[in-house]
């Protein structure tokens, strides 16, 4: 290549040493270049030959997309300013155990959201119906609560909600009281009052980790109560009174829903690695940057 000149590959993963982590191959990588630099986030959990491997190779840098990531993730969790909430939603707890065991440890306020939520509601003995909930995980949810209770956090679980005739567009729908469910119809969405109470708990944190929705926020009503307390924490972000970090698929397209993405501290892209992050996994192509940088800081040391 001329001087100044970039080299486009094609997608490595049609390489079978590339999800195979496999040393020749990035070795032969590492003959492309002189540094390597990986601004990848997203990709970081996978012990893949362009994520891994080829940074033993060559000097290994953080791009500054990998940066503001690990920055922002470092603000919410390992340094955050507190009170420190955590919003968790969702269709399954199954899927979000782990981030709630972790989480448990590290925030001041838990707030359960989703599908997630009905499965707590349930393990409290309250009258689903026949909303969507994982009764074979109602025990974990009890022991989740005790877990919070023993270490004196908060779990915030729904006041009232928002119930759907039918999961469809245009469905009939009504709000009942946690405490008086009907059994009747489906819970969509958090209620009017579940609102006004994450309203004001927000309003005395000072930083919010948000992974998952409310509710079934791609329709209408039932994006409701997501898209409000999605406004209250833009609102809190912009008076500098909060800081906020959001991330994960569903996190993202409804804070796009809302209109707030662009007011938020920092809202991630990634998905798996953000929830892995979430969970207290050590992310492979993270932790390899790290080895780099501290075997460089130690060569420096040793020649003065």
Known sequence: MPYGGVAVLENVR???????????????????????????????????????????????????SMMAEIEALSAALVIPQRPVAALVGGAKVSSKIAVLEHLLNRVDVLIIGGGMANTFLLAMGHNIGKSLAE???????????????ARGSTIVIPVDATLGEAFAPGARNWVENVGSL??????????PRSVEDL?????????????GPLGAFEIEPFGRGTFEVARAAARLTKQRRLITVAGGGDTVS????????????????????????????????????????????????WRG
């Open 14 to 64: 049609f390489h079978p040493g590339e999800e195979a982590n496999d040393p020749e191959f990035a070795q032969k990588l590492a003959a492309l270049g002189d540094f390597y630099v990986n601004d990848a986030f997203s990709c970081s959990h996978r012990a893949h030959a362009s994520m891994h491997a080829l940074a033993a190779y060559l000097p290994a840098y953080a791009g500054p």
């Open 135 to 149: 009764p074979a995980y109602a025990d974990k949810a009890r022991e989740i609560i005790a877990a919070a209770s």
């Open 182 to 191: 009907s059994g009747e119809g489906l819970i969509l969405d958090v209620g």
């Open 199 to 211: 309203t004001a708990r927000l309003n005395t944190c000072r930083t919010l980790l948000w992974n």
């Open 254 to 301: 409804a804070l796009n829903a809302a209109g707030v993405t662009d007011d938020f501290t920092y809202v991630s892209t990634a998905g798996g690695a953000f929830l892995e992050w979430l969970e207290g996994k050590d992310l492979p192509g993270v932790a390899v940057l790290k080895k780099s940088l501290k075997a460089s800081m130690e060569n420096q040391s």
